[in-house]
């Protein structure tokens, strides 16, 4: 009987090795069929690359979001930094599988199509390229000093000349995540309008370029409160400079907000006639106030309509979804910094929209701090708007206006 028992379970046995081996033999071959045919494209990655750079400069655009003459710059100054592509990839295609990734929202399997490499071959080397572009940020994104000088637009003559102290604009923007917390630790990425996303707070100056980039929060986290961690964290103002910020922040003479219950939003002074565009100085501030700070939304507007990730995020680790917004924001400055090289911001209206209502301000996690040093901070920003208020209308009646 335990003979037969044995003979039994041996058979058993033989018939489960022999139906493992099967299958296994079948996902061998479809793995190969599949590898074979993905990989049946008449040309390699580097031979697709280097036909797109002899091309015409628009299409080398639409497929990378730079032109041929940025993308060479751009080879060469990772490659300074350390990006090291072995075997049969190219520097070239490397940074092509990225600028792919970022600007045209490409999956992983798509850029394999594209790029003739396996799915791990391509994700490989984009993290390569990932860690090159972020030791950029140091010469790339930096704040400035108490040196800076005055920007041109803000120079004596000038509609803006009485903010001729500010540094930049200041705001948030929400960026599109997949939290890889726990289901109900997710909801705090949740936004107001029922979105999963990373609220990105940004300094920008009145170039256009980034100076500081703080990602990664909860969608949910308020602007003021991710200000108040970044000056925590060392985000300083050099004595006697602002940056712009819009109602939802507090009024300090660092971060200098408009006039609250007065009209603020740019459309709405264009429906206005010209004569009778401002009834008191406080609309006249703010009025020159949105222009200055439109900046900061304009920024955002050619940030996420050059790189089209930030609008359909992929299932990464959210690690790596921070460090995307930063290497995109350091790809922006980089574009700016070498300028009649790319043209892709004739696309953006110079007139951008926030997404918050200014003249109906939310509450502002800053001021309802305590202590005699924040009030002192709110009664000297409110000393610096009263005198750039005075001064533009001042100037405003010299000049004849009404």
């Known amino acids: 009987m335990s003979r037969m028992f044995d003979e039994q379970w041996q058979r058993k046995r033989q018939r489960k090795f022999e139906a493992a081996l099967w299958w296994y033999n079948a996902a061998v071959k479809v793995a190969l069929e599949w590898t074979d045919l993905r990989r049946d494209g008449k040309e390699s990655g580097a031979k697709r690359i280097r036909r797109h750079l002899r091309g015409h400069p628009a ?18 100054e990772l490659k300074a930094r350390g990006l090291e592509c072995t075997g049969d990839v190219t ?19 798509i850029l394999a199509e594209n790029f003739q490499h396996s799915e791990e071959t391509v994700w490989r080397y984009i993290r390569r390229v990932m ?28 509609d803006y000349y009485a903010f001729k102290d500010a540094l930049g604009a200041i705001d948030g923007t929400h960026i599109a995540a997949f939290p890889d917390s726990h289901e109900d630790f997710k909801e705090r990425w949740r936004n107001r ?40 964290q060392g985000f300083t103002v050099p004595e006697g400079r602002y940056y712009l910020v819009d109602s939802g922040y507090a ?9 609250r219950g007065i009209t603020y939003h740019l459309a709405k002074f264009r429906q206005r006639r010209i004569e009778d565009r401002y009834e008191n100085g406080e609309e006249l501030f703010n009025h020159r106030h949105a222009q200055l700070r439109n900046m900061v939304e304009k920024a955002f507007g050619i940030l996420k309509g050059r790189f089209h990730l930030l609008k359909d995020m992929r299932a990464y680790k959210y690690d790596f979804q921070t460090d995307i917004v930063i290497a995109c924001c350091v790809l922006h400055n980089f ?38 040093s924040r009030r002192s901070d709110g009664e000297r920003g409110s000393e610096l708007r009263d005198k750039i208020r005075d001064l533009l209308w001042n100037s405003r009646c010299s000049d004849g206006q009404t």
């Open 251 to 259: 009024n300090t003479h660092q971060f200098l907000s408009p006039y």
């Open 59 to 76: 299409v080398f655009h639409n497929h990378y979001r730079l032109n041929p003459s940025n993308f060479r710059i751009l080879c060469d």
């Open 193 to 232: 309008k029922g979105n999963m996303t990373q609220n990105v707070m940004a300094a920008v100056d009145f170039d256009g370029r980034f100076v500081a980039v703080l990602a990664g929060w909860e969608g949910s986290g308020h602007d003021s409160l991710i200000l108040r961690r970044a000056v925590e």
């Open 91 to 109: 520097i070239e295609e490397c940074v092509g599988m990225f600028l792919q990734m970022v600007g045209q929202a490409h999956t992983m399997r």
């Open 335 to 372: 574009l700016i910094r070498h300028p009649n090289l790319d043209h892709d911001t004739e696309q953006f209206p110079e007139d951008a929209s926030s997404d918050d209502d200014d003249d109906n301000p939310r509450t502002s996690g800053i001021e309802s701090m305590a202590g005699s």
């Open 131 to 158: 860690s090159a572009i972020l030791r950029m940020q140091r010469d790339y994104i930096k704040l400035p000093g108490p040196d800076a000088p005055i920007h041109p637009k803000l120079r004596e003559g000038t």
